[in-house]
């Protein structure tokens, strides 16, 4: 076996003067659609680009070693990889799923359980009971995201994996917050992985991407047929611009991270902020797991307003440099306001169950400078 290859090199490595034509540095883009065949019994490699394209596999082979999978497929969304992951469940399976987890998630599923292809149990991932109540119910799937979003609650994953495994559920990692420089979920136990590479992956705000990658080779070939007869798989253009993003990853976490902390902690030195939620303050509730799961706390950040929701909206108007949208990883730090923009499709109820109140904001740190940001929050706060 040889040693795994560095995040960084794999990354500037990818595709690099593989151009089979011209020897180019980087990898040509193949636009087209069909490809030539030799003769009508052979096959050539690449043969019809929903099925297979150079780009696409390029880009897959990239994000499957960053993440140690045997392989897997990039869709167009992060959204398809959920989907392509759902597919793989018989119709009536139980899907086991955080109660906070990504809204796009728990919209998902639910329309799904909704039209009687699946069934749900939403839990708090860190109450034991609860998830061991779960696991007694014979699920199929049991679906992690950690660090959770908006609140960055950090579940245990080489636990919860071992014991769904138990149950006999395949256990899926949505690694998208946290990214496989700070995270690597398959090498904690979980079966299957899946990305919104529209967020920190391309890291530019330019594309809808996503992934799904698998720890098991038969698992690959599974997703690949589901991604190839429903049409999930990512475009040649947008392979090639992730490829591209994904050069300087490591780079852009390593800086929008130490931003983050820096943000944190002055964050949680204000007198009008309630709670600063981030795996890098020693306050966090899931500090110590994080530091042991994870190989850097991240570049999310969420917080109270003290006053309510007529502060928070004060707040956010008062802000100059940071921008109200909801992504999240990219280059350029946004807030968004989860009760109502992220989070907005999920009933009041079940949002107050997990935690979201509408005078909670949630930052994503991009490459600004951290004084220009800091000043700019100040000016919020100046507003609030
Ligand atoms: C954005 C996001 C998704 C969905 O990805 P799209 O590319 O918007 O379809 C899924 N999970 C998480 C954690 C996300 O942030």
């Known amino acids: 076996m040889t040693k795994p290859r560095k995040v960084s090199t794999i990354v500037a490595s990818a595709g690099v003067a593989a151009d089979p034509v011209y020897g180019g540095l980087i990898p040509p883009l193949f636009a087209s659609d069909t490809f030539r065949w030799p003769d009508s019994d052979t096959r050539p490699d690449y043969d019809y680009s929903r099925t297979v394209n150079p780009n696409r596999d390029m880009l897959a082979a990239a994000l499957a070693e960053l993440e140690g999978a045997a392989g897997g497929v990039a869709t167009n969304s992060g959204q398809s990889a959920a989907l392509l992951a759902l597919l793989l469940l018989p119709t009536g399976s139980l899907v086991v799923a955080p109660h906070d987890c990504y809204g796009g998630t728990y919209r998902l ?85 899946m990305h919104s590479t529209t967020k920190a992956l ?63 902690e002055w964050l949680a030195a204000q007198d009008r902020v309630a709670a600063v939620h981030y795996p890098g303050l020693s306050t966090h509730p899931g500090h110590e797991l994080a530091e042991r799961q994870q190989q850097g706390p991240g570049f999310m950040i969420s ?48 949002q107050k169950e997990a935690g979201i109140y509408p005078d909670l904001l949630r930052l994503s740190i991009g490459l600004e400078d951290a004084d220009d940001l800091i000043a700019d929050l100040a000016r919020g706060f100046g507003s609030a």
């Open 303 to 350: 917080f109270r307003v003290k006053g309510g929701d007529e502060a928070a909206a004060a707040f956010l108007s008062g802000l100059d440099l940071i921008t109200l949208a909801s992504s999240l990883g990219g280059f350029a730090t946004l807030i968004c306001k989860p009760s109502t923009m992220t989070h907005g499709g999920m009933p009041p109820k079940v």
């Open 202 to 264: 391309n890291g530019h705000g330019d594309l809808f991407g996503g992934a799904l990658l698998a720890a098991d080779a038969g698992l690959v070939e599974k997703i690949q047929w589901w991604a190839n007869a429903a049409g999930l798989s990512a475009s040649a253009h947008d392979s090639w611009q992730t490829l591209r993003g994904l050069r300087t990853l490591p780079l852009r976490v390593e800086r929008q991270e130490a931003t983050a902390q820096r943000i944190a």
């Open 109 to 193: 599923i639910k329309g799904f359980e909704e039209q009687g292809r699946l069934r749900s149990t939403f839990i708090d991932m860190l109450d034991d009971e609860a998830f061991d109540r779960a696991m007694a119910e014979d699920p199929a799937l049991l679906w992690i995201e950690t660090p959770s979003n908006p609140l960055l609650r950090i579940t245990d994953i080489a636990d919860r994996a071992a014991r769904a495994k138990r149950a006999g559920a395949l256990v899926i990692a949505d690694n998208t917050l946290p990214t496989p420089c700070r995270q690597r979920p398959l090498a904690l136990g979980c079966d299957l992985v």
